[in-house]
């Protein structure tokens, strides 16, 4: 059995990647990486956003199976429990607080860090005022008025409400040198080109002249989230450049990562790297990403090295294809329970049966082809042609009823996927810590 590292970035949209066609220099050692391992240009995510997209990521089941994504079901295996199961050491380090053991993420990995311990003082300060007040009293809600507005009008910075790529890598690098026995799984998750996006000044510098203060990134932040309709051009060009700096930092510390395990533990270590889903830059009149089915937030980068050489593919894959895939090559067996398929028969002879990819949110759901996209929401259905129509401004669901029925059809698929393994599966009541950094992230208004 073979050692896997597989690393995750939260927010990383694929159109801002070098290898997939980005004008600016974000990603040299992915680049790099690209050249020897298997790249997907046509890879999405199976949900919209963090909480939507990982239970696929690490169970291959669609997002509304087994009674949701909010918990996760004991009765979906993650990644980590089956290599667990066969053997393996098994590490996770992320600080999202939406894949804390809270939400069933902590499942199978012996070690697992989430970063509770490392909240920013701030952060501590603000849960001590909701800990002390009544939140229907004057004072808690003076002293929120005073957050809010301090964050609004002066930038009043609340602290980076995730750990930094560079100490996350020293994290599990540290894990990494005492796992001694193989085989080893390690899952790093990072969140640096998630907003509030403020790279250190050396990565700015690579893509504009004048740097962003933390305070300014933490204005910008706050009106792009409440007033996108009044940024400005220079502001989205502000935020562009701050997003694709965060892209190059994230770059230097998983190619860090990537070479020091490599070191550690062979060549013949399985590298699998992707995102959770992308951000909308006014793309369609919103910043951030939202149960919406843009491309900008479906469609990620998605490598796997698997030290033979590799290829681009332009296969319509999705991450449902992930697990099963590196559960193939590292030789252990894969339960009937993962819906997806090893993208061996790609790498291997070019053949692929996949026609089209389901995406699903609390409100609905999507299903797109190379061609075509039909979206299908508690408030809205839209069609778009892809192939005259890439940007997806033009609903044309009207003059295609033919086509809107057949997806129709393939949409019940997913439907009867979430009906047969329905289940009561109790709500995460969000509070403390947990709270604090989600509202930090924008996730929680």
């Given at each position: ?9 939260d927010s ?11 004008d600016?220099d974000?990603t ?5 990486l690209?050249e020897?391992?298997?790249s997907m240009s046509?890879?999405?995510a199976n949900?919209c956003?963090t909480?939507r ?13 087994y009674?949701?994504f909010e918990?996760?079901s ?19 380090f992320?600080s999202?607080p ?5 939400f069933?993420?902590g ?5 697992f ?8 003082t ?5 849960q ?27 930038g009043?910075?609340?602290?980076t409400?995730?750990?930094r790529?560079?100490n996350?890598?020293d ?8 796992a ?12 640096d080109?998630h ?12 893509f504009r002249?004048?740097?962003v203060?933390d ?12 007033e996108?309709?009044d ?12 997003y694709d700096?965060?892209i ?7 190619s860090?990562l990537?070479?020091e395990?490599?070191?550690l533990?062979?060549?013949?270590t399985?590298?699998g ?8 830059f006014?793309?369609?009149g919103?910043?951030?990403h ?7 937030l479906i ?8 030290n033979?050489?590799g ?7 999705e991450?449902l294809?992930?697990?099963p895939?590196?559960l ?6 894969c ?10 028969a790609?790498?291997?002879s070019g ?17 797109r082809?190379k ?12 069609l ?10 033009t609903?044309?669901s009207?003059q ?7 997806f129709?059809?393939?949409l ?6 979430e ?6 599966v109790?709500?995460v ?17």
């Open positions: 059995m073979n050692d896997i590292l597989l690393i995750t970035v990383l949209r694929a159109d801002h990647i070098g290898y997939h066609g980005y600016r974000t040299p050692n992915l680049d790099s690209a020897s391992s298997h046509n890879a999405f949900g956003g909480s997209s990982f239970p696929s990521i690490m169970s291959s089941a669609y997002p509304r199976m009674g949701g918990p996760l004991d009765d979906r295996p993650l990644l980590a429990e089956i290599t667990r199961e066969e053997g393996y050491r098994t590490a996770g992320h999202n939406y894949l804390n053991e809270q069933g993420y499942r199978g990995f012996e070690t860090f989430t970063s509770e311990s490392e909240s920013s701030l952060g501590e300060m603000r001590w005022v909701k800990d002390t007040f009544d939140e229907s009293g004057l004072i808690f809600k003076s002293l929120k008025l005073i957050y809010d507005l301090s964050e609004r009008t002066v009043f910075n609340p602290g409400p995730f750990v790529a560079e996350l890598t994290h599990a690098l540290e894990w990494a040198r005492s001694a026995s193989a085989p080893r799984f390690l899952w790093v998750h990072y969140m080109v907003h509030p996006y403020a790279p250190p000044e050396s990565y700015q510098r690579m002249d004048k740097v203060s305070r300014r990134a933490v204005q910008l932040r706050r009106k792009m989230l409440e996108p309709e940024i400005t051009d220079e502001e989205l060009a502000t935020l562009r450049d701050l700096g965060e190059r930092y994230f770059d230097h510390h998983a860090r990537i070479q395990i490599r070191d533990w062979g060549e013949e399985i590298v790297f992707t995102s959770d889903h992308g951000d909308e006014l793309d369609h919103m910043f951030s939202y149960d919406r089915f843009y491309d900008e469609n990620v980068p998605l490598l796997i090295d698997v033979d050489g290829d681009e593919h332009d296969e319509l894959v991450l294809d992930l697990a895939t590196l193939d090559y590292a030789n252990v067996p339960p009937d329970s993962l819906l997806g398929s090893s993208l061996r790609v790498f291997e053949t692929w049966e996949k026609e089209g990819i389901c995406v699903e949110a609390a409100s609905g759901r999507a299903y082809t061609e075509w996209k039909y979206i299908n929401t508690d408030t809205e259905t839209k778009f042609n892809l192939v005259e129509d890439p940007e997806e401004q609903d044309v009207e295609h009823p033919e086509i809107v029925e057949q129709e059809a393939k019940e698929r997913y439907e009867q996927y009906q047969e393994t329905d289940q009561d109790a709500a009541e969000i509070e403390g810590e947990t709270e604090s950094r989600l509202e930090d992230l924008g996730y929680l208004q």
